[in-house]
């Protein structure tokens, strides 16, 4: 099934909200929580600033997507992504009881939709959320390997001024 324009227009807003986590510092992976058509809630990734390992894009969506709807239960639901959801994501959108999750970027190292294991596809699980991926993948994969390269010349730079200094840490 390819994606269609509103998909890929969710996705765009999906990755403003990774440029938020980026000015923040943080990985840049942001999430949007749609219903009917309409954006509900909003969430990048918080966890080095919150202190909180579970303060990741989907997570904060989800958090704000139910405080909105007033359940923890987000039927009819889905969730746009720029990066392949974790397990831990991918297991409180289960819970959540989502519709779809739509996703950017695979995660070749932690993606829990295909990439690594897929828990979405557990037949012994009681819910089976849909799944989307790679829509606009290159704007957001480029997206995370433009902040990783930055960060590494940010380091690079660092310690060539101390090695210039004389100083170390």
């Known amino acids: 099934m390819l994606p269609d324009s509103a998909d890929e227009g969710f996705m765009r807003e999906a ?7 980026w000015d923040l510092g943080e990985v840049p992976v942001g ?3 749609v219903k009917d058509g309409e954006i509900i809630a909003r969430g990048y990734n918080q966890p080095i600033g919150g202190h909180d390992p579970t303060a990741h894009a989907e997570i904060v969506a989800l958090r704000a997507a139910a405080q909105v709807l007033g359940n923890y239960r987000l039927p009819g639901c889905e969730l746009y992504v720029t990066l ?3 397990v831990m ?3 409180a959108m289960m819970h959540a009881r989502l519709a779809r999750v739509v996703y950017g970027a695979a995660d070749p190292k932690t993606g829990a939709c295909g990439s690594v294991v897929n828990l979405f ?3 012994q699980l009681n819910h089976h959320t849909g799944t989307m991926a790679g829509v606009l993948a290159e704007d957001c994969g480029n ?3 433009s902040f990783f390269s ?3 010349a940010a380091l690079r730079a660092e310690r060539a001024a101390q090695n210039d200094t ?3 840490t």
């Open 15 to 21: 990755l403003a909200e990774a440029r938020k986590a």
């Open 31 to 33: 999430a949007v929580v």
């Open 84 to 86: 392949e959801p974790c």
């Open 89 to 91: 994501c991918s297991g």
């Open 121 to 123: 596809e557990q037949e």
């Open 143 to 145: 997206l995370l390997k």
């Open 150 to 152: 930055a960060r590494r």
């Open 166 to 168: 004389g100083t170390s």
